[in-house]
Each structure stands twice: as structure tokens, then as C-alpha cells.
């Protein structure tokens, strides 16, 4: 089994939906959490435009509640997936040189774009990008 931690800004939005599509896709290979780098939203339920967007692929995200990233969990985590280079860029200062190999971006070569303050067919967008990028992280392991 891997474990999955993934990363965004506030974990009320990508990362949340990111690490309830991983769970179903990934199923017994793989165990997941998400975080945010800070805590605004800690213990908050997620952003409800992105619970209706995940309710519209299928998930429920209402259960979620907001963490910030710990150094706890990025021990824990075999692969740490951020959901945007300047996340990343944050995660490779906070972690240092023992746990670097393990960052990385959720889609590898691009940003999944933060839908915060904009409309529903953002959320959207972002939560259907977050779903098709679950086949990169649930099959073999990353080179």
C-alpha cells in the first residue's frame, strides 16, 4: 500500500476532492489524506461549490474536514502530490532535503487551477481535471 498525502492552499477545495478520487480509485493499494498549507479552513467542512461539483461526479465530500499540513503527515506520506507549483514551492521549504523525493505535482507537468472566488463551472472543471488525474498516482509507482 502507498500512502497519498495531497496539498493546496487552504484543504477546502482540490486537495479534499483530490483525496476522496484517489480513495476510489486507488482502493485497497492505496491509503490517502490531504492537508492545506494553512489553517483557515482547520476543522471547516469543505467549500460548497466543491462539494456540489464532487456530488455532481459521484462523491460525497461533506464528511471533510480541514487539516493543515503537519511534518507528521510528510512522514507518513510515501508520495506528497501538490496541487499547484507555488504549493510545491511551499512544501520544498517546509520539507527539506530528507523528504524532497517524495514532492511532486498532482498532474506532473501542470497546476490544477485554485476555482476559489470564481463560479460553479470552475469548481467543475477543477473537480473533472482532480478526477482524470487519479490514473497517474493509482497504478504503477511514479518513476
Known sequence: MRNLLTVCLGNHCRSPF??????????????????????????????????NAARRLGFDLTPHRGQQITLD???????????????????QAICGEGNAHKLGLYLRDRDVPDPMGQGDDAFNNCATLIESGTALHTGSRRP
Open 18 to 51: 483530490a483525496e476522496i478520487a484517489l480513495t476510489r480509485r486507488g482502493g485497497t493499494t492505496v491509503a490517502v489524506r490531504s492537508a492545506g498549507l494553512i489553517g483557515k479552513w482547520q476543522d471547516q467542512p469543505a467549500n460548497p461549490s466543491m462539494i
Open 73 to 91: 503527515m510528510l512522514h507518513w506520506a510515501d508520495d506528497v502530490l501538490a496541487m499547484d507549483a507555488s504549493v510545491l514551492e511551499a512544501l
